[in-house]
Each structure stands twice: as structure tokens, then as C-alpha cells.
């Protein structure tokens, strides 16, 4: 069955450096768009960074020129590089995508599991 898997969250301090993967499993053909998302307590979900067909990327105004999104279809696996963090950055984190399945009835629309980023010193 296709699923996102989340992983690199994680505690760090400001200034800072993390790496987001969203690893596609299952029998995938291709992952022609993603997006990142994100929730602090108490605050509504933000689309944070996206990425389209053509590798068109845009990014929320807080974290331009910081954050980078990008696919790698070959290993089927999206990617959100967080630079020079700052503690409003704290969130979980959240990749959905687009998925393009071998499988006939298995492609659509995904949501990773969410991965927790604390950035604090």
C-alpha cells in the first residue's frame, strides 16, 4: 500500500539546520508534486513550501531564501532543507503529495504522519 513516511524532525537551536525526507513506500511511479505544511499548538495549518509540475517551487514569505523543497523521483522521496531556523519555526511538520502508483486504484493524494521540529536554545 503507498504511505508517506515522515522522518527527520527533531530539537535544534536557533540559527540552525534541519533536513525533512518524506519517503513515498509502495509501488510508485512518480511523485510530480509535494508540499509542506506545518502546525504550532494553538494555530491553524500552514502551507509552508510546494513544489509542481516543472519543479516550480513557492514558499510562505517567512521562510524564503531560508527553506528549499524538492523531489527526488528516483528515490521517491520529497525533501524540506531548514536553514538558519528561528523558534517561530517550531511546528509539526507535515509533506503531502500527489503520488502517480504502478498500481491501478492506489495514486492520489497522501499526508505524512507529521514530524515534530523544536527550535529553542
Known amino acids: 500500500q503507498v504511505q508517506l513516511v515522515e522522518s527527520g524532525g527533531g530539537l535544534v537551536e536557533p540559527g540552525g539546520s534541519l533536513r525533512l525526507s518524506c519517503l513515498a513506500s509502495?509501488?510508485?511511479?512518480?511523485?510530480?508534486?509535494m508540499a509542506w505544511y506545518r502546525q504550532a499548538p494553538g494555530k491553524q495549518r500552514e502551507l509552508v513550501a510546494s513544489i509542481g509540475r516543472g519543479g516550480v517551487t513557492t514558499y510562505v514569505d517567512s521562510v524564503k531564501g531560508r527553506f528549499t523543497i524538492s523531489i527526488d523521483n528516483v528515490k521517491d522521496t520529497g525533501y524540506l532543507q531548514m536553514d538558519s531556523l528561528k523558534p517561530e519555526d517550531t511546528a509539526v511538520y507535515y509533506c503531502?503529495?500527489?503520488?502517480?502508483?504502478?498500481?491501478?486504484?492506489?495514486?492520489?493524494?497522501?499526508w505524512g504522519q507529521g514530524t515534530q521540529v523544536t527550535v529553542s536554545s
Open positions: 503531502n503529495a500527489h503520488i502517480i502508483a504502478v498500481l491501478a486504484g492506489q495514486g492520489g493524494n497522501y
Open positions: 509502495g509501488r510508485i511511479f512518480s511523485i510530480p508534486t
